[in-house]
């Protein structure tokens, strides 16, 4: 089975068990209007892309979704946003859930990592922007734990939801033969969790070579989540090491941002 499919649209579909009626996707950096070097569906509006070309960017995708993208203001931390049909672009948060049809959760990503989650009875869909420091979070409690956690809030979903219930799927991020961090990062790990060391290999003095996406499977899988489709971490899904699919601010430092995106239908 394909680890994922590239659709005839500039998109990404997720290779995974979803409900029917939990629809989801990842946008490539082709088939849009902007220009280099944010060629060509750059969906940010925080990266100096003109305005109006990144509006336009921004209508394509929500005629070709079908529903409206709710996008955030990004601050590499771990809130998340409730999402329903008064919500507002440009809330700030690192993610979004939802248990209403017609919305789609959506980060921007440029390096980071896409997590998409939904539950076995297509009840709530989520999506969290995962960098380094929204998964070490503040004392072990992460953007994976909050998400995994809303889940599980009886106030919020229809049924009774266990980790055994959730399903995920990882998106395309910075690889881990790309993705150099420094001594404060590989501490920010191993303080909560020494099995996180696994995921880092020495480069250089004080510099290490990160598994963005081995880090995030860890964390799912401490709350109880096995079910974890895409990104397995292989060269096919690195942002740096692939400039013709995906956008990169580690490799181009002026880029443009994709988009993931998950909604109910």
Excluded at 113 to 142: F, N, Y
Excluded at 143 to 167: G, M, N, W
Excluded at 202 to 216: F, R
Aim: net charge neutral; proline share 6%; with cysteine.
């Amino acid at each position: 089975m394909a680890r994922h499919q590239i659709a005839p649209t500039p998109w990404l579909i997720p290779d995974w068990p979803a409900p029917a009626r939990v629809v989801a996707c990842c946008t490539l950096r082709t088939g849009g209007y902007s220009a280099t070097p944010y060629d060509s569906l750059n969906l940010g509006d925080h990266v100096g892309d003109a305005v109006q070309t990144v509006a336009r960017n921004r209508a394509l995708l929500q005629a070709r979704l079908g529903v409206r993208p709710v996008f955030l203001n990004q601050v590499h931390g771990t809130e998340l946003l409730q999402l329903d049909a008064s919500t507002p672009d440009g809330q700030k948060a690192d993610g979004a859930f939802t248990s209403r049809m017609g919305l789609a959760c959506t980060v921007m990503v440029a390096d980071c990592l896409p997590v998409m989650l939904c539950d076995t009875q297509g009840s709530m869909v989520a999506v969290v922007h995962a960098g380094w420091r929204g998964l070490v979070g503040v004392e072990g409690l992460g953007i994976i734990e909050r998400i995994c956690e809303q889940f599980a809030a009886p106030a919020l979903v229809k049924y009774s939801k266990h980790a055994t219930d959730l399903i995920a799927w990882l998106g395309p991020c910075i690889g881990p033969g790309a993705f150099e961090v420094g001594d404060e990062v590989l501490q920010g790990f191993v303080r909560t969790d020494p099995l996180a060391a696994q995921c880092f290999t020495p480069h250089s003095a004080g510099k290490w070579l990160a598994d963005l996406a081995g880090l995030t499977r860890q964390r799912l899988h401490a709350r109880g989540v096995t079910r974890i489709f895409g990104n397995d971490s292989g060269p096919e899904w690195c942002t740096v090491g692939n400039p013709l699919s995906f956008f990169s601010h580690r490799r181009d430092r002026v880029s443009g941002r994709l988009a993931a995106c998950i909604w109910l239908r």
